[in-house]
């Protein structure tokens, strides 16, 4: 799992923000939130403009020059990639991964979107992988050392990976046949995380970032997997009860809602809240299929009632994967649903911190955390 990340000069972060996912309390209570002293559900609050999205955006960022993706149709998520008063500096991005006992850290800078100027891969303090862009490149895993010995005869091997832009852990990934030790095991272990992150909204009709091909009819996506009777018991736990069924038109599936003896088609009197959640429905089938390792859901419950929000929060918190969602929503700042080490403020300064370290009190199960919030007990100061 995803335990710390750091981002600097990038979008509205002009300097570093510190996002830190093991600073772990000893609560008794919702303890499906953390796992293996690191959290694994949590909430992040924040004002418009405060930088949640891109957040979000900054943390699949790795994405982008380590696997093959097409998806970066949303052209607004790398849009302004740098802050504007930085815009002649590089952008540095710092993960640390926790993987049962073995700790990786993922290091690396870039001059845009798509240059890559140098990366750096730590296993348990050890270095892995350490390239500069057109004049250094080491390489610590048995069974890659070949792929340096064949560049080699092409010429400088630092400079001719900078020539094609190509990411050396990516280039080890694809082209490496390696030894089946404890260093390459855990390199396999985290790029098999990182191929599974998972960032995505609903806000703007369905825009993501990750490896996972979209259907471009949801509604078939359902009636493929033949799932239309879970489909119909979520939206019916969030209040819409009406039937659903499948009914071939012109060679295609359209899904109908039925009303006595006529029918009409679903997408034309769903809601907008109906639809996001439709959306919701489609990733997390994926999300229920452990196809997802890491999610980041971009305000989560926009258009949605406040009691199909926490309906929505206890569905993710029995799912596998790592889990972060953004919201604006502070009746979801309950101890019912979450618990303070998991519940962040994202203030305008670009600070995250989690609730209990923003206050003097020792929080409880008892305590009305959204009541203290709006009093103003959590101090950004603190």
Request: charged fraction near 25%.
């Amino acid at each position: 799992m995803l335990i710390k990340f750091e981002v600097e000069n990038f979008r509205g972060f002009k300097d570093k923000l510190s996002f830190d996912l093991s600073n772990v309390k000893g609560y008794d209570f919702n303890r499906e939130c953390v796992e293996n002293g690191t959290i694994k559900k949590s909430i992040i609050y924040g004002k418009n403009g405060s930088g949640k999205s891109n957040l979000g955006i900054a943390i699949t960022d790795l994405l982008n020059h380590l696997l093959d993706i097409s998806n970066l149709q949303n052209p607004h998520f790398h849009s302004h990639y740098k802050h504007g008063d930085r815009a002649d500096e590089t952008t540095k991005f710092e993960y640390t991964f926790k993987f049962g006992n073995n700790i990786v850290k993922y290091s690396y800078e870039k001059d845009g979107v798509s240059t890559l100027l140098n990366e750096f891969l730590v296993i348990n303090d050890k270095k892995i992988i350490e390239y500069i862009a057109g004049s250094t490149i080491s390489i610590g895993l048995q069974g890659a050392q070949s792929l340096i010995d064949v560049v080699n005869q092409e010429g400088n091997p630092a400079k001719i990976l900078q020539e094609r832009n190509i990411s050396v852990i990516k280039w080890i990934r694809n082209n490496s046949l390696l030894i089946a030790d404890t260093d390459n095991k855990v390199f396999d272990t985290f790029f098999k995380f990182v191929e599974k992150m998972l960032f995505f909204r609903s806000v703007e009709a369905n825009a993501y970032i990750g490896k996972f091909p979209i259907s471009l009819d949801i509604y078939l996506d359902i009636y493929e997997k033949g799932h239309l009777d879970q489909f119909q018991e979520l939206i019916r736990a969030a209040g819409i009860d009406v039937l659903l069924e499948f009914q071939e038109q012109n060679g295609n599936m359209v899904l109908m809602a039925k009303f006595k003896d006529k029918f009409i088609p679903f997408s034309e009197i769903a809601s907008s809240g109906t639809k996001v959640l439709t959306l919701f429905y489609y990733w997390l089938q994926r999300l229920n299929d452990d196809e997802v390792s890491f999610v980041f859901i971009d305000e989560f419950d926009a258009n949605y009632h406040h009691e199909l929000s926490a309906q929505i929060v206890n569905i993710i918190k029995s799912l596998n994967a790592q889990v972060i969602l953004t919201t604006h929503d502070t009746s979801l700042m309950t101890n019912d649903l979450m618990r303070p080490d998991c519940c962040f403020l994202l203030n305008e300064n670009k600070s995250i911190k989690p609730l209990f370290a923003l206050s003097d009190k020792e929080l409880r199960l008892a305590h009305n955390i959204e009541k203290m919030y709006r009093a103003g007990a959590f101090s950004v100061s603190q």
